[in-house]
Nanobody
């Protein structure tokens, strides 16, 4: 089974950028489609972005479309989330997750999760 570790979170001013990384252990990373989710205090975990196994197709929440980019490098067992033009409302703990399903936007579709990385955007 794949284990996931996120990194790259931090504190950034509104309008700035961050790149999150999620590195997987094991040799089966390319068997999984990957997603990024986020959870702000007092709110439910919400879908952010999705990428297929080979990386050829992506899907985004409307709230991040045009600002965030998901990508993956299967040779490095890593999926990325490039976040530009950050807003205060992007503040949350960000999680990567692995799924065997097709396009999946709900957390229950994902079998494996990382521990999360905090992103704080100051206004």
């Amino acid at each position: 089974q794949v284990q996931l570790v996120e990194s790259g979170g931090g504190l950034v001013q509104a309008g700035g950028s961050l790149r999150l990384s999620c590195t997987a252990s094991g040799r089966t990373f390319s068997n999984y489609a990957m997603g990024w989710f986020r959870q702000a205090p007092g709110k439910q975990r919400e879908f952010v972005a999705y990428i297929t196994r080979g990386g050829s197709n992506t899907y985004y929440a409307d709230s991040v479309k045009g600002r965030f980019t998901i990508s993956r490098d299967n040779g490095k067992n890593t999926v990325y989330l490039q976040m530009n033009s950050l807003k205060a409302e992007d503040t949350a703990v960000y999680y990567c997750a692995a799924t065997s399903a097709g396009i999946a936007t709900i957390p229950s579709s994902y079998a494996r999760w990382g521990q999360g990385t905090q992103v704080t955007v100051s206004s």
